[in-house]
Nanobody, 119 residues
Framework: VQLQASGGGLVQAGGSLRLSCLASGRTFSTNGWFRQAPGKEREFVAAMRVGTTRYADSVKGRFTISRDNAKNTVYLQMNSLKPEDTAVYYC?????????????????WGQGTLVTVSS
């Protein structure tokens, strides 16, 4: 099982990026995105399972998580980016139900992709 995140890069404040996470080997009941800024702990960004999505308050209204089942790929569309969104973004998958915001309950993780937002 492998998760491969891509799509990070350097963007100016107010710009947009779309992250992708390709899953190979299995599908997951829940897919999530987390991020870790320099010197900070990893934090929840967004997650989805059938019929439900969750977003961190800091990204609500700006980020959208989606999934293309045919491509086994999960996306994170990020609009109106701010310098405080700068972080390494990780995608994750889990097979269990429970709190989608809890990183400790995810079974598989991608390698991370760096997003840098300049002011």
């Amino acid at each position: 099982v492998q998760l491969q995140a891509s799509g990070g890069g350097l963007v100016q404040a107010g710009g947009s990026l779309r992250l992708s996470c390709l899953a190979s080997g299995r599908t997951f009941s829940t897919n999530g995105w987390f991020r870790q800024a320099p010197g900070k702990e990893r934090e929840f960004v967004a997650a989805m399972r059938v019929g439900t999505t969750r977003y961190a308050d800091s990204v609500k209204g700006r980020f959208t998580i989606s999934r293309d089942n045919a491509k086994n790929t999960v996306y994170l569309q990020m609009n109106s980016l701010k310098p405080e969104d700068t972080a390494v973004y990780y995608c994750a998958g889990r097979v269990s139900s429970g709190d989608m915001r809890n990183s400790g309950e995810y079974d598989y993780w991608g390698q991370g992709t760096l997003v840098t937002v300049s002011s």
